[in-house]
């Protein structure tokens, strides 16, 4: 399987999801720089965390605004998996791939430690190695990562079983203690948790781990290859 990574000025998260899919998934990867046109290669698309743009605007308003936005709007209507990843995931709400919007965090600070989250969907190709309802320990790292959407799309989230994950102690004051969601077909999963930081014990958890095998097991079982 081959992932593409995608870099903008500003990311800096971008080395630690590469390590996650080449290192320890075993899998190819690039790191894709964001004036490349061309994603058609590649099975997965992931935005990693940062401060694209320097957060100038809006979080991710700008990186939203580039070329390659296109490319990757081309790979998630052909169903590939695209995972945004905290500025990622800021990036696919402000393209409109994903509903909502995201605030400062309720406290206004910066936080970045441990957090508890539950696994409200666990049948989906991001989620499928994980229990439901089962807590797993990812460290979170924004600013701005109130998660925010009205009551309408709230009910709509809730009622296709679009929220993926939850944080047991909401740490931001995000709507319905939301801390990932995907589209209603299921390939595109924004998160402001860090997976890519917990894959393996020496950085304190491997709870994110099995979310990059879940999408590794999901596009096996597409193009029918045993492991
Ligand atoms: N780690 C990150 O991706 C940071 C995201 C974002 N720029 C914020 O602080 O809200």
Redesign the pocket.
Known sequence: MKFAVIVFPGS??DRDMYHAVKDQLGEEADLVWYKEANLADYDAILL?????YG?YLR??AIAATSDIIAQISKAAKAGKPVLG????F?ILLEMGLLPGA?LPNEKLK?MCHYETLIVENSDTMFTRSYDHQEKIEIPI?????KYFCDEQTLRELRDNNQIVFTYDQNPNGSVGNIAGIMNEKGNVLGMMP?PERAVEALLGHDDGRRLFESILTHWREQHAINA
């Not at 990693?48 to 694209?52: A, I, L, Y």
């Not at 990843?85 to 990622?88: F, M, P």
């Open positions: 800096n998260c990693p965390g940062g401060f694209s957060d979080s991710g990843v905290c500025n990622g800021q995201m910066f790292a924004h600013g701005d990562g860090h």
